[in-house]
């Protein structure tokens, strides 16, 4: 069995799930960075503001899946390591059953909800107001999609699938932007770019059924009361998750009820960039989740090396561009989207790349949480975020602009990022030495980026971004420990021969 544990957690099965699920996320974003200007261009500014808007619903939708996927991802792979995967079928098939009945009854709440919402929660232009209600009622209908697509990537990850998954979600992910460009030609409505997100679901939905279905033969539904486990952790997800939510994108409909649809595109247009980095981080932690599962019950130290390895790889791999757009920003939104854009919100995309960086790395210790079982702990944190920080937002909205509200979700991703560590040492001592090796990294991460942003121009930043870098990347390194220092050493200087290297130094 230990053989079989040690094999999840190794670094072969680890660097190719980091892989793939980066390649599956990157490659979209290099399509959507390109292909932005000219949705913006298509459909105007409010429009455009609407539609970051529906992508922010989206994310909502997603606490319909009760926090079952990456609860499957969690009870699978510690169900693998002890041998007891025979009721994994129909664990899975009343999972979804119970999943898509829940995500259409909410889906149907949103709907009867939204004419309110278009005409007195939102500065809806009227012109816009029965085009908004039509798109966002189609984009309701996507709901049941969303959480039966997570239930099906938990599947996938426990069973460590991240290649398949991901070579079938690519071309998918990648119509998100094309299939909304194309019908535009066709059919200016913000209706035509709903139908082609909800269309691209469905397809992402049967690609993932298509993949699982081997991996359980026995699929059926059984008793409601086999997910009942499930629910258990998967319901503290979901409130950590519904909190998150919150706290993600209530910014957003701050901006939209205080200031004007327009103010909304200049703050959410930054604000979704700088979510791409999530790319790394998130890639890491769903490689991370299911080895931390299989492994944390006896092989602590493994997994106090998982989190190591994760959180380092996250610092050293997110730093650099956070400290390019904290420094540039304003250059590169001028850039990609004009000098408008560029004025109106090249601070907001400084200051909301420090911040980002925070979250990135914090994405290491929730992954962790979720792997012992203690989402609790992570929603409680959560739920003290929101008392302090929604007031907080929508004070320094009304103090500074938007500019302010960027300041108060930096503050509040440095803070999740701290209060998810120390989480994760406490409940789980064998990670505590390393959470506390961490510290040093970050302060010097917070410092360089907080000093690069005030930066006057580009060249200061470049004065203040590089040796900050290097001081951080070292004290970095010092979380390492002596064995794996040694192995560092011969992959410095054979680069060339890093699989080979990690997978024998670092398995």
């Given at each position: ?202 397809a992402n939905t049967l690609s993932y059924l298509w993949l699982a279905r081997p991996l359980l033969p026995r699929l059926s539904v059984g008793s409601p009361a086999m997910v009942l486990p499930l629910l258990r952790i998967g319901g503290w997800m979901t409130f950590a998750s519904l909190l998150n939510q919150a706290l993600l994108y209530a910014d957003r409909f701050l901006i939209g009820a205080m200031l004007t649809l327009a103010a909304v595109a ?178 010097l991460s917070f410092l360089a980026l907080a000093a690069t942003v005030l930066a006057p121009d580009w060249r200061w930043a470049a004065a203040i971004a590089l040796p900050g870098f290097l001081l951080v990347a070292l004290a970095t390194l010092r979380v390492l420990t002596p064995v794996e220092r040694t192995t560092l050493r011969p992959l410095l200087r054979r680069p060339w021969q890093a699989r080979r290297l990690l997978q024998s130094g670092l398995?």
């Open positions: 069995m230990s053989q079989t544990i040690e094999a999840r957690a190794g670094a072969r099965r680890l660097i190719s799930g980091m892989f793939w699920n980066a390649l599956g996320r990157g490659l979209p974003l290099l399509l959507a960075l390109v292909l932005t200007p000219i949705l913006v261009q298509e459909m105007g500014l409010e429009r455009w503001g609407l539609f970051t808007l529906a992508l922010a619903l989206v994310g909502v939708f997603g606490i319909f899946d009760l926090g079952i996927g990456p609860a499957l991802t969690r009870g699978l792979s510690e169900r693998m390591s002890e041998g007891e995967d025979a009721e994994a079928g129909r664990l899975v098939g009343t999972a979804m059953v119970a999943l898509g009945g829940f995500a259409t009854l909410g889906a149907a709440i949103f709907w009867f909800i939204l004419p309110w919402l278009m005409k007195s929660a939102l500065n809806v232009p009227p012109e816009l107001q029965e085009e908004a209600l039509v798109a966002f009622r189609v984009l309701a209908c996507s709901a049941p999609l969303i959480v039966i697509n997570a239930a099906l990537w938990g599947v996938l990850a426990a069973h460590q699938k991240f290649a398949a998954a991901n070579l079938v979600t690519i071309p998918v992910a990648a119509m998100y932007y094309v299939g909304p460009v194309l019908l535009l030609m066709v059919w200016p409505s913000l209706v035509a770019v709903m139908l082609a997100l909800v269309a691209c679901r469905l200049h703050y959410a247009t930054p604000l979704d960039l700088v979510l791409r980095m999530w790319i790394l981080p998130i890639a890491i932690a769903q490689a991370l989740l299911p080895a931390m599962a299989s492994a944390f019950r006896t092989l602590p130290e493994v997994t106090a090396g998982l989190l190591r390895r994760g959180a380092m790889l996250m610092i050293l791999l997110t730093l650099p561009p956070c400290l390019a757009l904290a420094g540039a920003g304003d250059w590169a939104l001028r850039l990609w989207l004009g000098a408008e854009f560029a004025a109106n919100g090249g601070m907001v995309l400084r200051i909301l790349a420090a911040g980002i960086f925070f979250s990135c790395v914090s994405f290491s210790a929730n992954a962790l949480l979720d792997a012992i079982g203690r989402p609790d702990a992570t929603a409680k944190l959560v739920m003290a975020e929101v008392v302090v920080f929604l007031p907080f937002s929508a004070l320094m909205l009304w103090w500074i602009g938007i500019e302010g509200a960027a300041i108060a979700w930096g503050l509040r991703a440095a803070m999740d990022c701290t209060g998810k560590l120390w989480l994760a040492g406490w409940l789980y001592p064998p990670v505590r030495a390393v959470t506390r090796r961490l510290g040093l990294p970050l302060i398995a």
